[in-house]
Structures are given as C-alpha cells and as structure tokens.
C-alpha cells in the first residue's frame, strides 16, 4: 500500500459509472470503451454499475478487468435481485412485501439474497448496494417507501441482518444504507437535501437499528445518507459530509470497522453542499468515507485530492485508512472469497439456465404470498364475465416490458378482458370514455403504480386521483395498490382493495392469478 503513487491511491478510493438508467441512457456495453480509456490515465477502484444485458456484461466486464492496472470492484444497485441492472432476468418484489410474508419473511429474504449472489457474483459483480436498513418512519417518503422492509424498527433490522447473511452465504459483499436512516423524510435527496428533524436520541433509538444489526450480521458497507441530522450534527452538513456522524456515531460509539462508501456523489442533495466535485469529495473522506461512489470526473477530482494533500488539508494517514479498506474489500473478493466459492451447495451446483429458473419460481411464490387484502373480502372475481382490467402507471419508463404482466396473464386466465394502460395525467375525454368502458362489463380491476425511483414523483397525478375517487363510488371494482399501501387510503370507498407492495411483473401475475385462479392467498412452500 505505501509503495502506491499519490494519484493511484487517492483513484482507488473512486467508483465511475457504467452505463446508465437515466438520461441520456446508455448499457455497459455502449459504455465500455469510455471506461476503458480512462483506465490507463486514472486507475479507478471500482464501478457502479447500471443498465446491464445477461450474458454480455460479464464479457464486457472481464475485458476491463484484464485492462485495469488493479483488480476493480463492481457494485451495482440490485435491490431487487440481479435483474434489477443486469436484463432480461427475473426481478424480485420490492422488500416491502418480504415483510408481509409473516414468519417466512426471515428465511425468505436470506434466500432472496443468496441467489441474487450467485447470480451477480457469476456476472462479475462483487458489492450489491443493498439492504436498505433504512426503517420507513414517514410513509409519504418518496424515495424509500416500498424500498424499505419495515415501519417498525425492530422487524426492519431482523430482515436487513438476514439480507447480510444471505449475501455472505453466496459471498456476495452487502451494503446496509443509507446511514444514519433515510426512512423519515418527505424529500428526494436525488433533487434536494433531506432534513430529518428528530433528536439524536429518537434517531439512535429508532433509526439506527438495523443497522446495529447489520454491523453484528458482519455487513462489510456501510452507504450514507445525503441528509442534514441537526440532533447529530448541527453545522449543517449531511451525513456523507460529517465527521460526527460517520466518524464518532457509526466508528466510535458503533464500533463499525468496514467500509463506508457515498451515496452517489451525482445527487444534487449532496452538490448543494460544495463547490466542486473535488472539493466534495475532500470533504467526505475527511468525514470518514471510504469509497466515493459515481465521480463524475476521477481525473479532476484528484487532481483537487492530490493538492488538498499537499496543502495538509487532506491528511495522508486518512486516506492511507480509506485506502486498507478498499484493498481489504478486494482481498475478500479475490484471496479469501468469490473466487472459491463452495459449488457443492444447492444454489452453487445449479446452471445457468436452472439458477433462473429457480429465481423465476421463487420471486413468484414470494410475490403470491406477500399479497395482503387491505379492505373487503377481495373474493376471487370470475373469469368467464366481461371484464375491465386498468393499469395506471404514471411514470412509465424503458425498463417496463411493452405488455404490462398484469395484462399478459389476465389474458391467459380471462375469457373476455380489456386491458387499458393509463400514465395519469390523460385529458379528461379519456377518463370519461373509461367510464363508459367500466360502465358496460360486469367486474372491473383497477391497479395502480405508486413506487419510489430517483427519476419520478411519489404517489398518482390528479387527474388519475379524480377520476379513482369517483369511480371507486360508481362501480363495484377491485382496486389493487402496486406499490406503497399508504396511495389506498386515498380511496377508502373502494369495497374491495388489495396491496401486493411491488409493481415488477412477478407481483403483477401473482394479483391475476390471485384474483382468476387461485382464489385463496399462496404460501412459501
């Protein structure tokens, strides 16, 4: 470690991007040669990974490797399994509906993360920025929500210490985020800095739990929090910028000895608060960071590092610390983990093919069970009547699949269905011509889309809300939340409602299926 250049160690502490879910969007592949050309001049430490294809990203990210002067850590956000970045590939429910398995939840969520191990850990990908152990205090929260296990913290820290326990048993490296707690917020610190207002005692005894469990779980990351916690730390910077936080709170009065990376350093709540990504990134490691996650530009940043060291105000021996740990992390991943991973266990075993499989079958039996009635007897509707079948989904992106999956298996299980996609914010002619459709069938299933994500507001555009309103008091529909349970109390004359607390397409079969077919609610086998 001492024999590394200056710029070599302050470049190590850097994760970069690679590919992109946001405009303008780019795959890994589409990204590669950028990467690759900045290898030689400033030799990363790692990537973040998005928007990734099956199959192809493992070559692309073998070839980096091999170019790369040091071994680079791949993180990526797959907090709903490997297919969340890496396409096509079966995703899992949000963790939200973990939590309404009951007393499966626990051996659930360990399983959950040890196939998302194995997946990922065979594509090349060695960190997943996930459990979320933030606990979801404000329910209008608009970023974590569904995201998040629990409202209570005690459930929240049992589910997230099993998360780090399935990660280890598949030796994928977990990441408990985002510290101290994001969960008591009504702000995207995507767009703007969050303010939790609670004292440090509140905090300590309601938001720090599970990530008091994580640590003894063995969580080898920490994530910050670009968010302002006056009951920590009053001088107005955010967790990712505080030594008290970081250093005093999570290492000293924690005891936490892992790796504490950034939230990514491209959110404007963070920005706000430097004026430089160099400077930015100065300030966080002086607070205690590691790993600065998604640098924009690596080779000015450490330029500004490598001049902050030179001035004295960026200590040597601190970044000599940042730096054991990334080396740390590598050794797990490369000397004493991934590489020799144990193949006689069940999961290890398995081929490509079957450890899809496996994941397919098991997110839908976890997406089946997790569903909970919220209001009425949601008795099963009838296949053979005419039926009106409504997704509102008001943020609709290029990751959805062109045919919702509610409206693929209605149509395999309903005789006679129509199947109508709404964004929300249509003119009023097209509510008023549903009205007519509702009108002229027998049953009707309204779902709606209410889901956290960086890129979109939180909760259904007005002219959606109306048109819900009136219709839930005209027709004898179902109405199924897909998504965050709070969007249901908007609508409290809906006779029948329904949650299944994730929108992806195995939580959307397993409502047809539970309204068509079934009847009774699944069980984890």
Same mark, same amino acid.
Request: proline content about 8%; hydrophobic content about 45%.
């Given at each position: ?143 974590? @929500?569904?995201?998040?296990? =629990?409202?209570?913290? #005690?459930?929240?820290? %049992?589910? /997230? +210490?099993?998360?780090? *326990?399935? !990660? ?90 892992? @790796?504490?990376?950034?939230? =990514?350093?491209?959110? #404007?709540?963070?920005? %706000?608060? /430097? +004026?430089?990504?160099? *400077?930015? !990134? ?244």
């Amino acid at each position: 470690m001492p024999e590394l250049p200056l710029r070599d160690k302050l470049a190590q502490l850097m994760f970069v991007r690679i590919g992109s879910n946001l405009p303008p969007v780019r795959t890994v592949e589409e990204d590669e040669a950028r990467i690759a050309a900045l290898l030689p001049e400033c030799p990363i430490g790692g990537l973040v990974l998005f928007n990734g294809r099956h199959g192809p990203t493992a070559d692309t990210l073998a070839r980096l490797q091999q170019q790369s002067r040091y071994p680079l850590l791949v993180g990526s956000d797959i907090e709903r399994g490997y297919g969340q970045q890496l396409r096509p590939y079966p995703l899992f429910p949000h963790a939200m509906a973990f939590d309404a398995l009951g007393a499966d939840a626990v051996d659930a969520v360990r399983k959950f993360a040890a196939i998302t191990a194995v997946a990922a850990r065979r594509a090349g990908v060695h960190i997943t920025f996930a459990p979320i152990a933030d606990v979801n205090t404000d329910p209008r929260n608009p970023i974590i @929500a569904t995201r998040a296990f =629990s409202t209570d913290p #005690a459930r929240a820290a %049992e589910l /997230a +210490a099993a998360f780090v *326990e399935g !990660c280890r048993d598949g030796e994928l490296l977990a990441t408990a985020k985002h510290f101290p707690g994001h969960g008591d917020t009504h702000q995207d610190s995507h767009h703007e800095l969050p303010n939790v207002p609670q004292s440090g005692d509140e905090i300590r005894r309601r938001e720090l739990e599970p990530f008091r469990a994580a640590i003894a779980a063995g969580v080898p990351l920490i994530m910050t929090a670009h968010v302002c916690y006056p009951g920590l730390d009053d001088s107005g910077a955010c967790a990712t910028l505080s030594r008290p936080i970081l250093t005093d709170l999570l290492r000293g009065e924690l005891g936490y000895q892992g @790796a504490v990376v950034s939230d =990514s350093l491209l959110m #404007a709540g963070v920005r %706000e608060q /430097a +004026a430089t990504e160099g *400077e930015l !990134c100065v300030r966080a490691v002086n607070a205690g960071v590691d790993i600065l996650l998604d640098v924009e530009s690596p080779v000015a940043a450490v330029e500004a590092m490598a001049a902050a060291v030179a001035s004295g105000t960026l200590p040597i021996s601190r970044v000599d610390e940042a730096l054991a740990r990334v080396v740390a992390l590598k050794q797990t991943v490369w000397v004493h983990g991934s590489g020799d991973a144990d193949k006689s266990t069940p999961l290890e075993s398995l081929s490509a093919d079957q450890l899809e499989s496996e994941t397919r079958t098991f997110a839908q039996q976890v997406a089946a069970a997790a569903i909970q009635v919220v209001r009425g007897d949601a008795a099963p509707l009838d296949p053979a009547r005419p039926t009106l079948t409504v997704l509102v989904n008001p943020y609709r992106s290029h990751l959805d699949p062109e045919t919702p999956e509610l409206f693929a298996a209605v149509r395999e299980l309903c005789r006679d269905v129509e199947c109508v996609e709404l964004r929300g914010d249509e003119p009023a002619p097209r509510w008023e011509a549903l009205s007519q459709c509702a009108a002229a069938v027998d049953q009707v299933l309204v779902a709606i889309v209410v889901k956290p994500a960086a890129w979109h507001q939180f909760g259904l555009p007005v002219p959606a809300a109306d048109w819900l309103t009136t219709a839930c008091q005209r027709f004898p529909l179902v109405l199924a939340c897909l998504g965050a349970p709070i969007a249901l109390e908007s609508f409290p004359a809906a006779r029948s409602a329904l949650c299944t607390f994730s929108d992806v397409p195995a939580s959307q079969r397993a409502l047809a299926e539970r309204l068509f077919a079934a009847g009774a609610a699944a069980q984890i086998p």
